[in-house]
């Protein structure tokens, strides 16, 4: 049962353009959702988070998009640039707060390449 | 300050044979995590464990798998007989506490030949 969906195995932009990272989420239990950046060989990085209060959150060049209703968030990246090239990792916690990190339910990630 | 430390970083077992796995937390972090994530999957949760307390293991398999975090030393995840559908990317991480942001290690990639 998978309750977080990364629904594009992969992703490929051109530099400069944006990038647009989907995931859908059947659990609606969750309230805090997650996205984590990986290299190769390396751990997960964390990238950005927002609580179900919110509907965006922002840093920098990266916002995030939550539609409750629809169950779905989204990562954009913009402009994006090559050394974004890895997966990324859509997360969801269901503990109360809003702020828990505690048991984290993840997607498949998408694999985004980035073109100069 | 370093990170989250993970070795062996590869880990080659024959079936049957137990594998350990090492984890040691950031400094000040009293809380570890352990994540398996299989070929072209996902992180899945394992174990959630405190200072000598298993707080919540509802991802650890039923058999062969255990998880400590001793008073002192690493949290340690050991597996037991492993056979080939162990072999996956294991990654821990650590965090001040459930409220926390984690920071995870770089894995160990264990293979059962």
Same mark, same amino acid.
């Given at each position: ?30 309230d805090y ?18 609580s179900s209060i ?43 707060g809003g702020t828990s ?16 | ?16 044979? *137990? ?5 040691? @937390?950031?400094? =000040?972090? +009293? ?31 039923? *058999? ?5 975090? @001793?008073?002192? =030393?690493? +949290? ?38």
């Amino acid at each position: 049962d998978q309750q977080v969906k990364q629904n594009s195995p992969s992703l490929s932009v051109q530099e400069g353009r944006i990038s647009i990272l989907n995931c859908d989420y059947t659990n609606s239990m969750f309230d805090y959702f997650l996205w984590y950046k990986k290299y190769p060989a390396e751990g997960p990085t964390f990238l950005i988070s927002i609580s179900s209060i919110k509907d965006k959150n922002e840093d920098g060049r990266f916002t995030v998009f939550l539609n409750k209703s629809a169950k779905h968030l989204s990562l954009h990246i913009v402009p994006s640039q090559p050394g974004d090239s890895a997966v990324y990792f859509c997360a969801a916690s269901e503990d109360a707060g809003g702020t828990s990190y505690g048991k984290l339910t993840f997607g498949q990630g998408t694999i985004l390449t980035v073109h100069p | 300050n370093a990170g989250v430390m993970q070795n062996p970083r590869h880990l080659v077992r024959r079936r049957g044979q *137990e594998a350990r796995l090492r984890c040691s @937390p950031m400094k =000040g972090h +009293s809380h570890v995590y352990w994540y398996r994530q299989l070929p072209e999957e996902g992180l899945k949760f394992m174990v959630y464990l405190q200072k000598e307390n298993i707080i919540d293991e509802s991802g650890m398999p039923k *058999e062969r798998f255990s998880a400590e975090f @001793p008073k002192e =030393g690493p +949290s340690i995840l050991r597996i037991q007989q492993v056979v080939r559908g162990d072999s996956a990317a294991y990654f821990c991480a650590s965090s001040k506490g459930a409220n926390y942001g984690y920071t995870f290690g770089s894995g160990t990639r264990l293979t059962v030949v």
